[in-house]
């Protein structure tokens, strides 16, 4: 990646074919990557460029925002495997132009055996091993019957053949496997070889190489078989029937009733305002919506303009008031079909004054160090987002929670399989693997749908949408969203430098501000040390996609350079 190199590629002058792009490439770069583009009509930005291209190809061929996103999810499963899936499940969040917003849970569900103590060894204390790797680690999958009710319920194409069929061509015809998807395929096999059952291309010892193809035949015939049988396609006939079977020779809990019974459902969305502007986004079983829109209610009273951009002002006041909404998420936020969350009084804006209250501009707040766990620098879940040429917008959020999930494929599909299941409070105070804590909203029961932190989100004003996005990150996805959408409403930033602008996070525990390199300056470094800060530099944080619409209708996609992400448009 050190070679990288960008140019301004304006030999695709806007107008003559309506996008204007600047391309990210370099010598060894495998795909000709669009970072941003400004497109007359439409947009869509995801983590791989195959898959752009699909969702581009659906909207030329006159589907809607929701035909090109069922599209990508399921090319994003060939082409982007360490998240896309159909062995896992996401958020997608739908406005239609007219002003109306849907919300999709496709969340994956604890199996029916699932118990609360599920992961804890003989001595009481939570094995993560167990939900992190391996079948007891994989939930109920949601993604093919989410694909399957947005259909039914939004297409505008009307020919599921159509969207399914691009997964069969670059599963049967192969992909070409970027740097970094080589490198990480490479680096997981060990992983692989401890957490599977049956032999397969990513477990035998043959090294993948970049822009090698990678064909994978039996994934090809799943997807022929979702094509021809929609939802059955998946949860039952021979692939429902191969899943049963590789949870059997794994010591898995999923049957045959828990992919049966599996049901996507349409929620509400959760929306708050921040100045002129309207934000929409996800409710729980995600966390990150209501932590979203109770940290702009949090931030309202101040001026972060005037503060200025990543001055320690502004650094401060954001970590507070994201330490204090982590804080409530530890303890409030589970999956509401189970428990009763306080999700008004959370989103309340006199709620979030009195959070402020003991709010000091000079020092940092303490956080309890109990429970502290490590922050891991895992990006592999994945963002889209859509904008189709009559203005309807997606944003989905899809995961399969680790790279590559619990590393489980299902024998004979090339299915990988989540590890969602780590997401639950396996024991109350035990950090998952993003350093979340988590009690009694969040333990693990039956056919309980376990917390997130995707934020897939849409922002209107005035009635009109401005801005989609969303980011993969574990819990740093709410803080980064939260920040992108600032660096657009607060500093004025466009799609592009709001995207690539460096980040910053923190969670209440563990008590430290998490940084890119770039975000905190050495003078700032200094004030935030003597206010009591902790700073740590890390690698990356997220893969931020965005779109924002312009006045004249016109739409600013941003794809994040900190991964292969591509946007494409017309
Ligand atoms: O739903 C969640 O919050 C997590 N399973 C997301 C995991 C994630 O973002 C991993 N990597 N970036």
Request: with cysteine.
């Amino acid at each position: 990646m050190k070679n990288l190199f960008y140019f301004a590629c304006l030999s695709l002058l806007f107008g003559l074919n309506s996008c204007k792009s600047i391309t990210q490439s370099s010598p060894e770069s495998i795909y000709p990557l669009n970072k941003s583009i400004q497109a007359k009509n439409a947009a869509v930005v995801t983590a791989h460029y195959v898959a752009s291209e699909v969702g581009k190809s659906i909207l030329e061929k006159g589907g809607n925002a929701v035909d090109a996103a069922i599209a990508v999810q399921f090319a994003l499963d060939v082409c982007f495997p360490v998240a896309g899936n159909i062995g896992g499940g996401g958020f997608m969040i739908y406005r239609e132009n007219g002003g109306a917003v849907y919300t999709l849970d496709y969340r994956e569900k604890a199996p029916l055996a699932a118990t609360a103590d599920m992961y804890l060894d003989e001595n009481g204390d939570a094995d993560l091993n167990k939900s992190q790797l391996g079948h007891l680690a994989v939930g109920v999958p949601g993604s093919v019957d989410g694909m399957v009710q947005a259909y039914k319920r939004f297409s505008k194409l009307k020919d599921w053949k159509t969207l399914v069929q691009p997964s069969v061509d670059i599963a049967k015809k192969g992909f070409k496997l970027t740097a970094s998807q080589a490198a990480y395929l490479n680096e997981t096999k060990p992983k692989f070889e401890k957490a599977n059952t049956r032999p397969n291309q990513f477990s035998d010892s043959k090294r993948f190489k970049t822009g090698e193809l990678l064909v994978q035949k039996d994934l090809a015939r799943v997807y022929e078989a979702i094509r021809d049988n929609g939802r059955e396609g998946f949860y039952g006939g021979w692939v429902a029937d191969s899943i049963v079977a590789e949870m059997k020779r794994g010591n898995g809990i999923i049957t045959l009733e828990d992919l049966e019974k599996y049901q996507a459902k349409w929620r509400e969305p959760v929306a708050g305002y921040y100045d002129d502007y309207k934000v929409y986004s996800m409710a729980p079983p995600s966390s990150g919506g209501v932590l979203l829109i109770q940290m702009l209610e949090m931030l309202e009273d101040y001026d972060l303009k005037d503060m200025g951009f990543h001055s320690t002002e502004s650094i401060h006041l954001i970590t507070e008031v994201e330490r204090r909404a982590f804080a409530d998420r530890a303890k409030h936020l589970g999956d509401t079909d189970f428990y009763p969350v306080p999700l008004k009084e959370m989103m309340d804006s006199l709620y979030a004054r009195k959070r402020m209250i003991d709010f000091d501009p000079k020092q940092a707040s303490l956080s309890s160090q109990i429970g502290a766990g490590e922050l891991k620098e895992s990006e592999q879940t994945t963002h889209f987002c859509i904008v189709d040429n009559e203005g309807n917008a997606v944003s989905i959020t899809t995961t399969l929670n680790g790279g590559y999930g619990s590393k489980v494929i299902v024998g004979g599909t090339g299915i990988f399989l989540n590890n969602e299941m780590d997401d639950f409070s396996a024991k109350p105070g035990t950090p998952n693997m993003f350093g979340l804590i988590g009690a009694e909203a969040n333990k693990i029961e039956p056919e309980k749908r376990m917390l997130s932190s995707m934020t897939p989100t849409i922002i209107e004003k005035n009635g009109e949408l401005v801005m989609v996005l969303g980011t993969p990150g574990g819990s740093t996805i709410i803080t980064s969203v939260l920040q992108v959408a600032l660096n657009y409403m607060e500093f004025g930033m466009d799609a592009n430098e709001a995207v690539q602008a460096s980040r910053f996070h923190h969670q209440w525990l563990p008590n430290v501000i998490t940084s890119e390199k770039s975000a905190i300056s050495p003078e700032v470094l200094k004030e935030l040390n003597s206010m009591g800060h902790e700073v740590v530099i890390r690698g990356k944080i997220g893969r931020m996609e965005a779109i924002i619409k312009m006045q004249d209708g016109s739409l600013d996609a941003a794809a994040d350079t900190r991964g292969d992400d591509h946007a494409s448009g017309y």
